[in-house]
């Protein structure tokens, strides 16, 4: 799955919100893919979004988990 780097932030934090945790597994220069976890810790779905400099930003300041 693609985004653009708003409805990327959006979703990991909806999903925080919602009890979830995410973890970086892959950063390129023009990809981050991240997993998405339950609160047990176990994946749910891999995303992968442009990685803009907004995403990045968020990526580094707040890791979920």
Do not use: K, N, Y
């Not at 749910?44 to 990045?56: C, F, K, N, V, Y």
């Amino acid at each position: 799955m693609r985004h653009d780097d708003p409805s990327a932030i959006d979703a990991l934090r909806r999903w925080a919100d919602s009890g979830g945790h995410w973890r970086l597994i892959a950063r390129s220069d023009a990809t981050v893919t991240v997993a998405l976890m339950t609160c047990t810790g176990e994946e749910m779905e891999r995303s992968t979004w442009a990685a803009g400099p907004d995403l990045l930003a968020f990526l580094s300041g707040e890791q979920s988990g």
